[in-house]
């Protein structure tokens, strides 16, 4: 058993620098079917590039006994140039340091890049049509002339992932539950691995607003498939991003165990050859994203939670006070922050101090709340 990793090398945008994406690949090149991975998007979310690193000697062994039905990309350190933002001994791999953007929004908006041109190769046949639209998302991938590091990144992910039948964004939360964030079409079977997740809650959302990395190719089929009505175009992939608990879960005993969690959700796929699996227990039902309130607080202070996480709440409970950091009543008042839905509490803060607009829990409801429907529902 042999894992070859592949280097591919950004060269970088300061004199002298380059960085290099390492990727691994498994499985019979023919394999009609593919699986994509990839962990640290967010270059400061370690859990699941600990659990990729437990993934893939369980996918070579597949490979060595002839198990692999699929083939499989892995990107265990999607963000490398993310792992070099350290300032003042606090890494901070959430947001480009040049430009300020998030690395998992604005994901190119593929409709608009290629909607027109495989417009007329569209036909009758469900199977030629993505095989069509896959083609021109590579010819278009072709056509792109990086301008920086940042870009020949996204682009040498999106030309992994482009054409896969799964794509895995592994992510985590500041503290909280393993949660799965997901197209409405993908509910059923990201439920499914929601149970190998250990009861993982599944949001949905088709558009959270974002362009997240996990929702650009489903979005790119649904708008071809509402565009061209006449034509049968499935939505691809089955995408999700994978909330694997908090920025501190990061253990070999639970990375361990959530790589063989992603074994068994291949194994009942079709994806991977095995002996018949235990199924987990069944994950809670899944759920409208827009139903989940982010709780914010309009006043900076600190924050004493009065909840913890899976904690069941009501409309009005109480969930922590902010204790007041300045004015008259500065380290006196205590400020109730009330829960504005009923629901489970899945994430909390790590460091205490938030500032006005800090979101400071999530509250998984069942009920789309008025001024999330049809808005922008991620955190930042
Ligand atoms: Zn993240």
């Not at 004199?15 to 991975?37: H, I, N």
């Not at 607080?297 to 009005?316: E, Q, S």
């Amino acid at each position: 058993m042999t894992l070859s990793p592949i280097s591919l090398a950004i060269s970088g945008d300061a004199p002298g620098s380059w960085t290099e994406l390492t990727l691994f690949r498994f499985g019979p090149p023919d394999a009609r079917r593919k699986v994509y991975l990839q962990a640290g998007m967010h270059a400061d979310e370690q859990p699941g590039m600990l659990i990729l690193h437990h993934l893939l000697p369980l996918l070579a062994q597949a490979e060595a006994e002839g198990r692999l039905s699929a083939r499989f990309s892995v990107v265990p350190m999607a963000n490398p140039l993310g792992m070099a933002h350290v300032l003042h001994r606090t890494h901070m791999g959430r947001y480009d340091l040049g430009t300020g953007v998030n690395h998992n929004r604005r994901w190119p908006d593929l409709f608009a890049m290629i909607g027109e041109t495989v417009a007329p190769l569209l036909g009758a046949d469900p199977k030629a049509n993505i095989a069509a639209i896959r083609n021109a998302i590579a010819e278009w991938l072709d056509t792109q002339s990086p301008a920086s590091a940042g870009q020949q990144m996204r682009l040498a992910l999106l030309r992994e992932a482009h054409d896969a039948d799964y794509v895995l964004d592994l992510h985590c939360d500041d503290e909280a539950l393993p949660h799965i964030f997901t197209a409405p079409e993908c509910a059923a079977p990201m439920h499914k691995l929601a149970g190998w997740m250990g009861g993982a809650y599944t949001l949905t959302a088709a558009d959270s607003g974002g362009f997240s990395f996990d929702e650009m190719l489903p979005q790119l089929f649904r708008l071809l498939a509402k565009a061209h009505p006449d034509k049968p175009i499935p939505i691809q992939p089955v995408a999700a991003t994978l909330e694997y608990r908090g920025r501190a879960d990061t253990f070999d005993a639970l990375a361990q165990k959530d790589a063989e969690g992603l074994i068994g959700f291949f194994v009942g796929e079709g994806l991977i050859a095995a002996d018949p699996v235990t199924l987990p227990e069944p994950a809670p039902a899944p759920l409208p994203l827009d139903a989940t309130e982010i709780v914010r607080v309009d006043a900076p202070g600190l924050v004493a939670y009065r909840v913890g996480l899976g904690d069941r709440v009501k409309k009005g409970d109480i969930i922590a006070d902010l204790v007041a950091l300045s004015g008259p009543e500065a380290f006196i008042a205590r400020t109730p922050i009330r829960a504005g839905t009923d629901g489970i509490i899945i994430s909390r803060l790590t460091q205490k101090y938030a500032r006005r607009g800090t979101s400071i829990a999530k509250i998984v409801g069942e009920t789309p709340l008025p001024g999330r429907v049809g808005g922008y529902l991620l955190e930042d």
